[in-house]
């Protein structure tokens, strides 16, 4: 092999590298910036109801209290609650 061959090799790894890297971090970035913010996503839990087995998502007001009244018109609890109690 000669040194011009392992010189071009060697640029076109960095090259590669570089652009992964660009890649990663603009993906980082998009992920970091996108979405809810944080007091929703705080606010938002994953219920379950007693009667259906069926969970679904409810976000939390100001004065909501634990069971909360389902559709179906029994308590629905979160996971957590179900392992507490």
Sequence with gaps: MRQD??????????????VLLLISAGLVAYF??????????????????IATGEPFHYTLRDGDMEPIKARSGSHRLSSGSLLLG
């Design 5 to 18: 061959d392992s010189g071009n090799r060697a640029k076109s790894i960095k090259l590669a590298v570089a």
């Design 32 to 49: 970091q910036m996108g979405g809810s913010d944080a007091a929703h996503n705080a606010a938002t839990r994953n219920f379950v109801d």
